[in-house]
């Protein structure tokens, strides 16, 4: 059996979850267990051993609205997350100096939870990238041949 993903969005204007739901589609059809949540709380998502996080970034390099929340509790969370893998795809501006922090705020704070980071992070510049969707599915194979 393959390994199960919880795709994880923070969206503000919507096109990160666009992105998760086409990758949702790609993985189920290569037979991965796909839980696919938009904006959970902690407590959704907590026992779940795989994320994959598709983040826009918000306002001054914060996290979109939906998902600071879920971030927030983590951050106060005591025990070590050495049992969950995670990778990041965001989506950002590159015209602003906050260019894909939020990708930055979820790496480091995973990190210091222990956690293990299974590839280098997919920043996407919506300036230069026409095909977000297809951007992301051309990056999971990098994702996918580390689970």
Request: charged share 30%; proline share 10%; no cysteine.
């Given at each position: 059996m393959k390994t199960k993903i919880c795709i994880i969005t923070g969206s503000t204007l919507g096109g990160a979850e666009y992105v998760a739901e086409h990758i949702a589609?790609?993985?189920?059809d290569q037979g991965y267990v796909i839980r696919l949540e938009h904006g959970p709380s902690f407590e959704a998502v907590m026992n779940e051993r795989c994320w994959l996080v598709v983040t826009s970034t918000h306002?001054?390099?914060?996290l979109p609205?939906?998902?600071?929340?879920?971030?927030?509790k983590l951050a106060l969370?005591?025990?070590?997350l050495t049992d969950l893998r995670f990778a990041v795809i965001g989506l950002g501006n590159s015209d602003y100096d906050t260019f894909c922090q939020a990708v930055d705020h979820v790496e480091q704070l995973l990190l210091s939870k222990d956690a293990l980071q299974i590839c280098e992070s997919l920043r996407m510049d919506m300036l230069t990238i026409t095909d977000p969707e297809q951007t992301a599915e051309e990056w999971l194979p990098q994702f996918l041949t580390k689970l």
């Open positions: 589609d790609v993985l189920t306002g001054a390099g914060e609205d939906n998902i600071k929340p879920l971030f927030e969370y005591p025990k070590s």
